[in-house]
């Protein structure tokens, strides 16, 4: 009697992991190639990333060391930036910034903050950026840190995230948090800041997709601050039901910064929500570049809904911006 079973004649190729990684190329080609064009076509911005420094009168900027409590911290932030080391996130929303003199009310308590940063990113940058938004907005933010592997290891992660599409496990701790603040608030905005915008981008896919999340969808703001994210996608069946962008999205953007450039800039297309813009506008850094603009209502005249909440102002149920996808 012959045997049913046969031995597996396919050949056992090696190293899996490079196979799986070699399909997402394949798959992902076309985007890999759009994204190389991006960087040549705009690295003349390139320069202005970081300049200019103390752009203006009382800035804290991420890179000047009076911004810090000692040169020792300052040498750190820095040090972080370059040594390749994995390292653990000091906040995963648990880390909570006060405004001075805060006062707690019903309302406040209702609403829950975040802030989402960018890449190379240290603990102590992370919470000097998290200061200035809770001084600027007059709200308590909550910390959701993304420790940084070093800047190369960083735009690494960056670029697989966004261009091959890669949720990786900085995503999903914060897709979490975010989950248990909709389940537990009435309100929930999420402040990101460049790859915190790619992590946003992946935090709305997943509660798009959930039967649960999709029903508590219309309490999350989501505000993207010199956004590299290649999307954004609000619900509109749910938007249709709520009279308003579900979840609702606004952009700010430099004209000359080179990671909006590559990013929210160059796909209207693909982002929903309204887009705030200073064209001629260089620097990508938030504390100086960002922070003041969006306070002072430099991008959007006023009309944005997040310039409703600064200095602790609340906006109303007529505040929400209809799509504005003009440069």
């Not at 890999?32 to 991006?38: A, E, K, Q, T, Y």
């Not at 370059?82 to 909570?96: F, H, N």
């Not at 001075?100 to 940058?125: C, D, H, R, V, Y």
Request: proline letters at 7%; aromatic letters at 10%; one cysteine or more.
């Amino acid at each position: 009697m012959t045997s049913s079973l046969q031995p597996d004649s396919s050949p056992h190729l090696p190293f899996p992991r490079l196979r799986k990684f070699a399909g997402r190329i394949v798959r992902n080609r076309r985007s890999l190639v759009r994204d190389l064009g991006l960087v040549a076509r705009n690295a003349s911005a390139l320069p202005w990333i970081v300049f200019p420094v103390k752009s203006e009168p009382g800035v804290r900027p991420e890179f000047h060391p009076d911004s810090y409590q000692s040169r020792l911290e300052y040498l750190s932030v820095l040090g972080q930036m370059i040594l390749p080391v994995e390292r653990q996130s000091s906040s995963e929303g648990t880390r909570v910034v006060m405004p001075p003199n805060f006062q707690w009310t019903e309302t406040s308590k209702q609403s829950k903050w975040f802030f989402l940063n960018g890449i190379a990113t240290a603990p102590a940058m992370a919470l000097l950026e998290t200061e200035e938004l809770a001084k600027t907005f007059r709200r308590p933010i909550h910390l959701i840190h993304t420790p940084t592997f070093g800047a190369v290891w960083d735009l690494w992660d960056a670029i697989t995230a966004r261009t091959l599409r890669k949720d990786g496990k900085l995503a999903k701790p914060a897709f979490t948090i975010v989950r248990n603040a909709l389940l537990s608030h009435e309100h929930v905005v999420l402040l990101c800041y460049s790859q915190g915008t790619i992590i946003a981008s992946y935090i709305v896919r997943k509660i798009l997709k959930d039967p649960e999340l999709r029903l508590h969808a219309h309490k999350l703001e989501i505000y993207c601050l010199a956004g590299v994210a290649d999307s954004m996608h609000v619900d509109y069946p749910l938007t249709a039901e709520h009279g308003h962008p579900v979840p609702y999205v606004e952009h700010f953007a430099n004209g000359q910064d080179f990671f909006a450039r590559i990013g929210v800039l160059s796909h209207y297309y693909a982002t929903s929500g309204a887009v705030f813009v200073r064209p001629e506008k260089r620097g990508h850094m938030l504390t100086d570049h960002y922070i003041p603009g969006i306070a002072r209502g430099d991008y959007c005249q006023g009309r944005s809904r997040l310039n409703h909440y600064v200095g602790g102002k609340s906006p109303g149920p007529e505040d929400f911006v209809a799509f504005d996808r003009r440069r």
